[in-house]
């Protein structure tokens, strides 16, 4: 695997699995030299948060959703055994609220509707977006902001719209789907140990 020690951001000629792999390694090579104090005060302000009597909400689309709800779930599950629980909710799992919301408002507003009704001053909203640009993410957020939250956003390279509604802007610098979702993956580990570390056990 000597390749796997190229240059951050090479891939290995030809494709496949092994490209892939080194290509994903020089994008988090490169988040992590220009984004780990971002990474680390957005761990903060979640860490402190949590203390005040505050809860995460987090949402996304598609894989997007997925990793919202698997971040939710360490956060409330523990990564380690020995930690009191963190308050963190998917808003991408209620089914029947998703589509009375899509439905009878807009699909725009399925996100946003629910922080308006489940957030409080305080809170925070964890965007994912690949694009930066999901209308119904940039709305939730956009809420989240006029009603006081702390928003974090883990986008694509830039940021999108998202970039100047996130008060802690995790974008990875790529503009490929599949490593941008990996990255994120990363990155909400990496959030989930620092707030285990932060908050400490029982």
Same mark, same amino acid.
């Given at each position: 695997?000597?390749?796997?020690?190229?240059?951050?951001?090479?891939?290995?000629?030809?494709?496949?699995?092994?490209?892939?792999?080194?290509?994903?390694?020089?994008? +988090?090579?490169?988040?992590?030299?220009?984004?780990?104090?971002?990474?680390?005060?957005? =761990?903060?302000?979640?860490?402190?948060?949590?203390?005040?009597?505050?809860?995460?909400?987090?949402?996304?689309?598609?894989?997007?959703?997925?990793?919202?709800?698997?971040?939710?779930?360490?956060?409330?599950?523990?990564?380690?055994?020995?930690?009191?629980?963190?308050?963190?909710?998917?808003?991408?799992?209620?089914?029947?609220?998703?589509?009375?919301?899509?439905?009878?408002?807009?699909?725009?507003?399925?996100? /946003?509707?629910?922080?308006? =009704?489940?957030?409080?001053?305080?809170?925070?909203? +964890?965007?994912?977006?690949? /694009?930066?640009? /999901?209308?119904?993410?940039?709305?939730?957020?956009?809420?989240?902001?006029?009603?006081?939250?702390?928003?974090?956003?883990?986008?694509?390279?830039?940021?999108?719209?998202?970039?100047?509604?996130?008060?802690?802007?995790?974008?990875?610098?790529?503009? /490929?789907?599949?490593?941008?979702?990996?990255?994120?993956?990363?990155?909400?580990?990496?959030?989930?140990?620092?707030?285990?570390?932060?908050?400490?056990?029982?």
């Amino acid at each position: 695997m000597d390749k796997l020690k190229r240059k951050t951001g090479a891939a290995a000629p030809g494709g496949g699995p092994e490209a892939a792999v080194v290509e994903l390694a020089g994008v +988090l090579g490169g988040f992590l030299r220009t984004r780990s104090g971002v990474l680390e005060a957005a =761990a903060g302000a979640i860490a402190a948060s949590v203390r005040a009597g505050g809860k995460v909400l987090v949402f996304g689309n598609g894989g997007s959703a997925a990793e919202a709800q698997h971040f939710a779930a360490e956060l409330v599950n523990g990564m380690r055994r020995d930690r009191r629980p963190i308050p963190a909710i998917a808003l991408t799992t209620d089914t029947s609220c998703l589509t009375a919301v899509g439905n009878d408002r807009s699909f725009p507003e399925v996100f /946003s509707r629910q922080v308006e =009704a489940l957030g409080r001053p305080g809170d925070v909203a +964890l965007a994912l977006t690949t /694009s930066g640009a /999901s209308p119904n993410v940039v709305r939730a957020l956009k809420t989240a902001r006029a009603k006081g939250l702390v928003t974090v956003g883990l986008t694509g390279e830039g940021g999108g719209a998202v970039a100047p509604l996130a008060n802690y802007l995790l974008d990875v610098p790529s503009r /490929s789907t599949p490593r941008i979702q990996e990255a994120h993956l990363v990155i909400l580990h990496l959030l989930a140990e620092r707030l285990e570390q932060g908050l400490g056990a029982r």
